[in-house]
């Protein structure tokens, strides 16, 4: 969801600064479009690097899941002794 965020705060940003410089072009025309294209360059690059992240994070969830069951069903599953478990761990 946050990732979604500052993907629609990423294209209201280039939208916002499209049409601003359309009605600046007259008085900063030179300055603002190379400007303009390097920060939608930046944002372009940001969404492509958030995809590849969410990529692995999703191979790696799939990972850990195809072993947790096949875990389940070679029945390998052994509670961890109190000692083992921090405040924070849940016992399934």
Not at 47 to 55: K, V
Not at 69 to 85: D, F, H, S, W
Request: proline fraction near 7%.
């Amino acid at each position: 969801m946050n990732n979604r965020r500052g993907v629609l705060l990423g294209m209201l940003l280039g939208i916002g600064a499209m049409w601003a410089s359309r009605k600046l072009r007259p008085l900063f025309g030179p300055l603002i479009s190379p400007l303009l294209k390097q920060s939608m360059k930046a944002t372009m690059m940001s969404m492509e690097r958030a995809r590849e992240r969410a990529a692995e994070l999703g191979e790696t969830m799939e990972d850990i899941w195809a072993e947790a069951q096949q875990e389940l069903e070679e029945g390998n599953i052994r509670p961890l002794p109190p000692e083992e478990l921090s405040s924070g761990d849940m016992v399934v």
